[in-house]
T-cell receptor, first 115, second 113 residues
Framework: GAVVSQHPSRVICKSGTSVKIECRSLDFQATTMFWYRQFPKKSLMLMAT?????????EQGVEKDKFLINHASLTLSTLTVTSAHPEDSSFYIC???????????FGSGTQLSVL | GENVEQHPSTLSVQEGDSAVIKCTYS??????FPWYKQELGKGPQLIIDIRSNVGEKKDQRIAVTLNKTAKHFSLHITETQPEDSAVYFCAASIPNAGNMLTFGGGTRLMVKP
């Protein structure tokens, strides 16, 4: 299947700092990428839909000023957690839609721990 | 919007036995049904998918069946192995919904050696 690269895989930061997570589609172009948050032993919670060249669409309850999403190219979307606090600690996962195969592929996830 | 229910939430089987996970969906317009396997600390991996124009699809030990009338689809794993232990998610997609998937709650499969 297609490869989606997500970095970093793990990050530990101090409260108040910002963290950027990158999501890249390595062998296909993705006009649409999605960002999820996952709590332990829970399902995937969609945070926002990232569309190349336009503003992201955020799900209800997700603060767009807190979770900044940029999709500047057809292969890269970034999620920046601004002024992170301990309650932002979670597993964040991106996915990218391969329009050629009409399938959705996921990155490997980023475990964020805010101290 | 679409709602996907997945059962059971946990499933324990003996190595070599079969495992079946079932999902139901609410929107009859849904036409794409993928299954993902997620191992601890990793992102979900697409293992098999089915579109609404077929009723069954098989890939080695894994098969998926779809009943459009009843609006449910199932994942079948035969000859289970310990490495099949993971969380499995079903999902459904509605056409013209921005390629968005609605996920089930997940099934934690444990294969005992």
């Amino acid at each position: 299947g297609a490869v989606v690269s997500q970095h970093p895989s793990r990050v530990i930061c101090k409260s108040g700092t910002s963290v950027k997570i990158e999501c890249r589609s390595l062998d296909f172009q993705a006009t649409t990428m999605f960002w999820y948050r996952q709590f332990p032993k829970k399902s995937l919670m969609l945070m926002a839909t990232s569309n190349e060249g336009s503003k992201a669409t955020y799900e209800q309850g997700v603060e767009k000023d807190k979770f900044l999403i940029n999709h500047a190219s057809l292969t890269l979307s970034t999620l920046t957690v601004t002024s992170a606090h301990p309650e932002d600690s979670s597993f964040y996962i991106c996915s990218a839609f391969d329009t050629n195969n009409e399938k959705l592929f996921f990155g490997s996830g980023t475990q964020l721990s805010v101290l | 919007g679409e709602n996907v229910e997945q059962h059971p939430s946990t499933l324990s089987v003996q190595e070599g036995d079969s495992a079946v996970i079932k999902c139901t969906y609410s929107d009859s317009a849904s036409n794409y049904f993928p299954w993902y396997k997620q191992e601890l600390g990793k992102g979900p991996q697409l293992i098999i998918d089915i579109r609404s124009n077929v009723g069954e699809k098989k890939d080695q030990r894994i098969a998926v069946t779809l009943n459009k009338t009843a609006k449910h689809f199932s994942l079948h794993i035969t000859e289970t192995q310990p490495e099949d232990s993971a969380v499995y998610f079903c999902a459904a997609s509605i056409p013209n919904a921005g390629n968005m998937l609605t996920f089930g709650g997940g099934t934690r499969l444990m294969v005992k050696p």
